[in-house]
């Protein structure tokens, strides 16, 4: 089972023949750029198809807190995003009140678990929509 940066490592080195199918699902990967350092960081992440545009959602378990890769793209939109061999630049947004309940059950189909991180925080989990640039 891959994690963390090994699940990067092998995703990258493979063109995501490793990676992108995940416990049952499917992953990408992201690239952000730290708010404050500047330097980029990559975060496999669970994505869904959704027309046009790809969802991720950033729910970090249900923790109190959004993952940091959330609040990287919250100060920089502009994204990269990889899934298998296919990298290409995005900008990301969070789903509207109006978008979300479906886009919810997109994610939650694909992800079961999203659910349950939603019932143990208070904290409105968002889900994100990646647009090609």
């Known amino acids: 089972m891959l994690f963390g940066a090994q699940h990067i490592e092998r995703y990258l080195a493979t063109d995501g023949q490793e990676g992108h199918d995940w416990q049952g699902t499917t992953a990408a990967l992201l690239t952000t750029k730290g708010r404050r350092t500047g330097k980029q960081h990559t975060t496999p992440l669970i994505y869904q198809r959704y027309g046009d545009t ?17 609040l990287n793209l919250e100060a ?38 999203y659910d349950d991180y939603q019932k143990k925080t208070s904290r409105e989990i968002p889900v994100v929509v990646l647009e090609r640039v």
Do not use: C, H, I
């Open 54 to 70: 790809y969802l991720v959602v950033a729910s970090k378990g249900g923790a109190p807190q959004p993952p940091e890769w959330f």
């Open 76 to 113: 920089n939109p502009e994204v990269e995003f990889q899934v298998l061999g296919e990298r290409f630049k995005a900008r990301a947004r969070t789903a509207t009140a109006a978008e979300k309940p479906d886009m919810w059950r997109v994610m939650a189909a694909a992800w079961p678990a």
